[in-house]
């Protein structure tokens, strides 16, 4: 991933979601694990693995 700076004007800025629209899947997926890294490194006391979610329904029997 190539880093770039652009400073505009607050009045010409575009969106961020027309910014990550225009970017590749990998990309997107690329950035959230970068993030992800920064906040592992940031709170020490994090565990480095995602976070096992599950829910419960309560299913009608037919």
Known sequence: MDKSLKIV?????T???TFW???SEIERLQAIEILRQ???????????????VYRIINQTQS
């Open 15 to 17: 969106s961020d979601f």
């Open 21 to 23: 629209a225009s970017k």
């Open 38 to 52: 920064q906040y592992i490194n940031y709170k020490k006391d994090v565990q480095p693995r995602l976070q096992r």
């Open 9 to 13: 004007h607050l009045k010409d800025r």
